[in-house]
């Protein structure tokens, strides 16, 4: 990893690099090992995370550390989970026998009503699908426009809108679900 941090010309992206590698590496390296359990293929997860950065280094404002680590979380869990749809299509072996934790962080909302409706919204997010979960966070959250987006997931931004119509669609049953059952009390 660090020969490609080398490679970079620029000083001050090699600095802006080097801070990113120093700032994320075991968290990055934490994600990939609760969802690949590998050492080796989370290391290889990492490195090409960083490389998607390197490649998008001009694109993006590092400087905000909250939606940074967001953005290279994201970018991280989907590097893994690419990964294993690859092993997947080559051993055949479902992704339900995987055993792939959800995961369960507390997301930065800053402009709820109540913490009662923050509770409600974040379980009502954890319920959803990876993808769901992750492109409301990088629309709603970090502030990411659909361009961006389709350049981070690799996907055109049409398909970002589709995804971000469905997960709004979940969301709002889910939220619809959980206000039925509270009522039914």
Do not use: W
């Not at 409600?120 to 502030?143: E, M, Q």
């Amino acid at each position: 990893m660090l020969l490609c941090i080398m490679a970079i010309q620029n000083d001050n992206d090699r600095r802006t690099v080097e801070e990113l590698y120093l700032q994320n590496y075991r968290i990055m390296m934490y994600i990939a090992m609760k969802i690949l359990k590998d050492k080796s293929k989370a290391e290889d997860a990492v490195s090409q995370a960083f490389i998607k950065i390197i490649d998008k280094l001009q694109k993006f404002n590092f400087e905000d550390c909250n939606k940074t680590r967001g953005l290279i979380g994201i970018l991280v869990k989907d590097i893994c989970y690419d990964m294993l749809k690859a092993e997947k299509r080559q051993n055949s072996i479902s992704i339900d026998e995987c055993d792939i934790p959800a995961p369960s962080e507390d997301l930065p909302y800053d402009n709820l009503a109540s913490e009662e409706n923050y509770q409600t919204i974040l379980n009502a997010l954890t319920g959803l699908s990876d993808k769901s979960r992750n492109i409301l966070k990088l629309r709603y959250v970090y502030g990411y426009s659909d361009l961006e987006m389709s350049e981070l997931l690799n996907i055109s931004q049409g398909n970002i809108r589709v995804r971000l119509h469905r997960a709004k669609v979940a969301l709002s049953q889910a939220l619809k679900e959980k206000r039925n059952e509270q009522s039914d009390f």
